[in-house]
């Protein structure tokens, strides 16, 4: 496991990588050059908050508010990912 992203740090979709909706195979899909990761729906909507201008404490308190949970389990969790995210290149801060 990677290491969790700190709460200052701005996460970003790279150049190159996109979130996709897979709509025939119902999933969503994070696309990068020559590599492709299905992410559930709380992923994707992790990814769509990192537009480099959130930070993650902004982006773990805006999906606890919308998912009704603890704002900081939630950013334990939304770190932990982002800081996978990153180890794999397909996200920057």
């Known amino acids: 496991m990677s290491a969790p992203l700190a709460p200052t740090a701005r996460p970003r979709l790279p150049h190159g990588v996109r979130l996709r909706r897979d709509d025939v195979r119902g999933t969503w899909m994070l696309l990068a050059p020559e590599r492709a990761f299905r992410v559930d729906e709380v992923a ?3 990814v769509e908050l990192c537009d480099g201008d959130r930070d ?3 982006i773990a308190a805006t999906l606890a508010e919308r998912f ?4 900081a389990e939630v950013e334990l969790d939304v770190a932990a990912m ?3 995210l990153a180890a794999k290149r397909v996200l920057e801060s």
């Open 44 to 46: 994707a909507a992790v």
């Open 56 to 58: 993650v404490h902004a």
């Open 68 to 71: 009704a949970a603890d704002p």
């Open 82 to 84: 982002l800081g996978d």
